[in-house]
């Protein structure tokens, strides 16, 4: 059984993975035995991210890059794959919001969620690729959010993004289970981090509406995704693809 959740001998690129809950899938992965790339745009924090997976004896590589940039992200499978020889497991995790009624959206505003969210993800997908088809396979990771299934009044941008992000992984599992890549989405809940610490400064009551609402009556950890992207990045997962996993405390099942 242990073999089937292993990921020694595999690399794992991790956008977003200076943080939040990029940071708990990655120590998941170099947990399970994978190599991790993580990539962010803020050096500072891709440096502290290594050192912590690296403290907990994971093999880890940091690099620069912006997912909503087309060259940026050639260059940064380029290195990872310069550095490990190659890529098994993408996580497309980075991610970014911006809180307001639809109509005080700037247009650059719009852009730059979905340029982040929605095409970055696109982009990241496109680039392994080229390295997972000759290798036989690969396993792909999105990441929805609640805002994939439901609508919010200060988050229309942000809500568009991730629907299209499940739709996207639909269409592209669809496109490369002939490759054996796997693509599935996971829609966390409402996790800590400080994407949700700037929604909950701006809405106090939040936390405590949230706590409310979810089944598990509580608030979750980047931590507890790291169950489901191992899984969806191992074998145990090899005849499943396209779906949409919620890993959010029963918040989506919840009337
Ligand atoms: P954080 O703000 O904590 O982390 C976001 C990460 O994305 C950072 O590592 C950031 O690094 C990176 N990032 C943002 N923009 C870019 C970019 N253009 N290029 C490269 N990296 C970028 O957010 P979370 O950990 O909360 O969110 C992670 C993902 O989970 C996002 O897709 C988010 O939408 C999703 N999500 C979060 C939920 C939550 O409750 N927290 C709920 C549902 C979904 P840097 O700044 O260095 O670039």
């Not at 269409?171 to 002939?178: E, K």
Request: aromatic fraction near 6%.
């Amino acid at each position: 059984m242990t073999g089937l959740f292993d990921l020694k001998g595999r690399v794992a690129l991790v956008t977003g993975g200076n943080g939040g809950i990029g940071l708990g899938i990655a120590k998941g992965f170099a947990a399970a035995g994978a190599a991790v790339v993580i990539a962010g745009r803020n050096a500072e924090k891709n440096a502290a991210a290594r050192a912590e997976i690296e403290a907990l004896g994971g093999k880890a590589l940091a690099l620069e890059a912006d997912i909503a940039d087309e060259a940026s992200v050639a260059d940064m499978v380029k290195d990872a794959l310069a550095a490990f020889g190659r890529l098994d497991i993408l996580a497309a995790n980075a991610g970014v919001n911006i809180r307001k009624p639809p109509e005080d959206y700037s247009l650059a505003e719009w852009h730059s969620i979905l340029d982040t969210n929605l095409t970055g993800t696109f982009l990241c997908a496109r680039a392994v690729f080229p390295a997972m088809k000759p290798a036989g396979g690969g396993k792909i990771i999105t990441i929805g959010s609640m805002a994939s299934i439901f609508g919010g009044g200060i988050i229309g941008p942000y809500a568009a993004s991730k629907g299209g992000v499940v739709q996207l992984t639909r269409s592209l599992a669809v496109a490369w289970a002939q490759y054996n890549i796997q693509v599935n989405a996971i829609l966390p809940g409402f996790i800590d981090t400080p994407l949700t610490r700037g929604g909950r400064q701006s809405s106090p009551d939040m936390f405590a509406k949230v706590t409310e609402r979810t089944p598990a009556r509580r608030w979750g950890q980047p931590e507890d995704l790291a169950g489901a992207a191992v899984f969806l990045a191992s074998r145990a997962s090899d005849f499943i693809t396209g779906v949409a996993i919620p890993v959010d405390g029963g918040y989506s099942v919840h009337l």
